[in-house]
């Protein structure tokens, strides 16, 4: 037996940060003491930091889902009009949220691989002036897509709807310039670029989202934005806080300030382009038309069932890739780059591709993606500046 180390290259949950899990073994703590106010003060300083806004941003004790559900019941009133864009498996269930809670919901859907353009969500809020808010994905994690939040965010802007946007994989990979844009709601979760475990979902509310919530009157309890504002504003959280993912997330966010957040995004776009130079080089196809820098979706060669290919991985190398999600498993395979992935995970994960592959009848030559993933580091200006751990 030779030894494999076990690796997670999924796009949530991702590596953790080793200093962070560290720190969450320091929880045998009280909430209610002005020993955690003070930690829990200063994760949600550096989580707005890092947010880069100057409106509010607020945590809570959920998957990122939850805080998906705590945008819908807090900020509308049933029957609402709204727009959701649902170009994959995360884009579906915004549409679900919205139906649970009784909006009246336009669902602009796309194939799985495309987005929702801009010019379609113009029309629809043209057609619909009284639309209350526009639902989308910056990252569509199941297909690997991108959409174009800045464009999208200048034509709601100019609306009475708000902006409601899952970035819990578009944080830490692509800009996001909340103030700047208009972004009026952000979502995120720990398990992603946060490079610590699943448990915490975040949300920056805007002027305009506060709005609304004065007039929504959907029922909710658990979350409850203003309740949650308040709490934040004392150092608390409105119930007991998941004190070990508050310390991980306190030690991860020191971190994330130091790389520097503009560094941790030009990180996964570096080691994406890396991958889609790899993937090309060794016959592969993208997945996604407009490509996004959190996860690369790539089809199986052409009779393989990619599940092979996410069974080499964990066979072979102990490490954990994602197959496709609903229709797309099978014929997908997806590699993450957001949070704690370097160049060196990036060398190894392309050449087990490489033997992967060759096992299956993929007959590619050894070191061609490889060799492309080290031209785009020696290529890349200056290397990616991730702080050493
Ligand atoms: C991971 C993810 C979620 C959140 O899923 P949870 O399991 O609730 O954390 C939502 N949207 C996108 C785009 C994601 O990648």
């Known amino acids: 037996m030779y030894i494999r180390k076990q690796r997670l290259l999924t796009p949530g949950p991702t590596p953790l940060y080793p200093p962070a899990l560290h720190a969450m073994m320091a929880s045998d703590i009280h909430h209610r003491t002005e020993e955690f106010r003070n930690v829990y003060k200063s994760a949600l300083a550096d989580l707005k930091e890092v947010y880069g806004t100057q409106g509010d941003v607020l945590c809570f004790a959920a998957s990122g889902t939850g805080a998906m559900d705590a945008s819908v019941s807090n900020l509308f009133s049933k029957g609402d009009k709204v727009v959701v864009c649902t170009a994959g498996k995360f884009g579906e269930r915004w549409a679900e949220i919205a139906k649970a809670y009784g909006l009246d919901a336009n669902v602009l859907k796309v194939e799985y691989g495309e987005v929702v353009t801009p010019d379609r969500i113009e029309a629809a809020l043209k057609a619909e002036p009284g639309t209350r808010g526009v639902f989308i994905q910056a990252s569509e994690t199941s297909t690997g897509a991108e959409h174009d939040v800045k464009t999208i965010a200048e034509i709601v802007k100019k609306t009475d709807a708000i902006f409601v946007v899952d970035a819990i994989t578009g944080l830490g990979t692509m800009p996001l310039d909340i103030d700047g844009w208009g972004l009026d709601v ?133 490490a954990i890739i994602a197959n496709g999600q609903g229709s797309m498993k099978g014929q997908i395979f997806r590699m993450a780059h957001l949070g704690y992935f370097d160049f060196a995970d990036m060398f190894g994960v392309i050449a087990g591709l490489e033997i992967i592959l060759r096992a299956n009848g993929h007959n590619v030559e050894l070191g061609k993606g490889v060799a492309a993933v080290q031209g785009v580091y020696e290529a890349a200006k200056s290397a990616p500046k991730l702080a050493a751990a």
């Open 186 to 318: 952000v979502i995120g979760g720990s398990q992603k670029a946060f490079m610590i475990p699943p448990g915490l979902a975040f949300m920056s509310v805007s002027a305009k989202a506060w709005k609304h919530a004065d007039k929504a009157d959907l029922p909710h309890y658990y979350f409850n934005l203003k309740k949650e504002k308040k709490s934040g504003d004392g150092g608390e959280s409105s119930w007991t806080p998941a004190t070990s993912l508050i310390l991980a997330l306190g030690e991860a966010l020191k971190y994330i300030k130091k790389v520097g957040m503009a560094h941790l995004i030009e990180n996964a776009q570096l080691l994406a382009r890396a991958t889609r130079e790899a993937t090309g080089e060794l016959g592969l196809e993208l997945f996604a038309k407009r490509p996004g820098s959190s996860v690369t979706a790539v089809r199986a060669p052409a009779g393989m069932d990619s599940g092979a290919i996410v069974k080499g991985f964990k066979e072979r190398f102990g």
